[in-house]
């Protein structure tokens, strides 16, 4: 069936370094790709997402190349702030079928 | 954008009883509704998908007599959980996708953290 895997975390990271979170996923099919955060305490939200090969998903500075000859979706900021400290969740498919998620995570930023 | 409640936020309760919480979409109708429960620092898992007017599709090891999903109007979910014990003390989150709004996507509620004592 379909699976997203994630690298394992936790990351640590220095204010204003460079991230990038590593996901990859098998699926039958075209599927959607979406990076949800989830903060301590919180739901999850929907971070970006890309419905097809080549799209590029964008927000707060985070963005994900759907790449579909590598299977992968990576999430990647330039510059990361201690109010990025959460977890992170890549995921596969939507809309009226379950999400498949990867096991997230979970990104510290310190000042 | 898509925004999803859940009430109440958290509840703690008594070994032996039934514990309801609520799942809504504010601004666009939900055809498709989806209980996960998540274990501290752990990944979603996804227990049941819910159709407006049908029956509950469950996930395989999840008891539908102890978690009885309701979906009854296109804005509302309801996740009862029934003669709830102490493993049972989890984080629940509900999502939702349908409607112009939300195409392709699921949108979440902020979660609901049981505690059973």
């Known amino acids: 069936g379909d699976s997203v895997t994630q690298m394992e975390g936790p990351v640590t990271l220095s204010e204003e370094a460079c991230l990038t979170i590593?996901?990859?996923?098998?699926?039958?099919?075209?599927?959607?790709l979406f990076w949800y955060v989830q903060y301590p305490g919180e739901g999850l939200q929907l971070l970006l997402k890309a419905t097809k090969a080549d799209d590029k998903g964008s927000n707060k500075g985070f963005e994900a190349t759907y790449r579909k000859e590598t299977t992968s979706f990576h999430l990647e900021k330039g510059s990361v702030q201690v109010s990025d400290s959460a977890v992170y969740f890549c995921a596969l498919s939507g809309g009226n079928t379950p999400l498949v998620f990867g096991k997230g995570t979970r990104l510290s930023v310190i000042a | 954008g898509a925004v999803v409640s859940q009430h109440p936020s958290w509840v703690i309760c008594k070994s032996g009883t039934s514990v309801k919480i609520e799942c809504r979409s504010l601004?666009?109708?939900?055809?498709?509704m989806f209980w996960y429960r998540q274990f501290p620092k752990q990944s979603l898992m996804l227990m049941a998908t819910s159709n407006e007017g049908s029956k509950a599709t469950y996930e395989q090891g999840v008891e539908k007599d102890k978690f009885l999903i309701n979906h009854a109007s296109l804005t509302l979910s309801t996740l009862t959980v029934t003669s709830a014990h102490p493993e049972d003390s989890s984080f629940y989150i509900c999502?939702?996708?349908?409607?112009?709004?939300?195409?392709?996507?699921?949108?979440f509620g902020p979660g609901t953290r049981l505690l059973v004592l």
């Open positions: 601004d666009f109708q939900a055809t498709t």
């Open positions: 999502s939702a996708s349908g409607g112009r709004m939300a195409v392709e996507t699921q949108y």
């Open positions: 590593n996901c990859t996923y098998t699926a039958t099919g075209y599927p959607s």
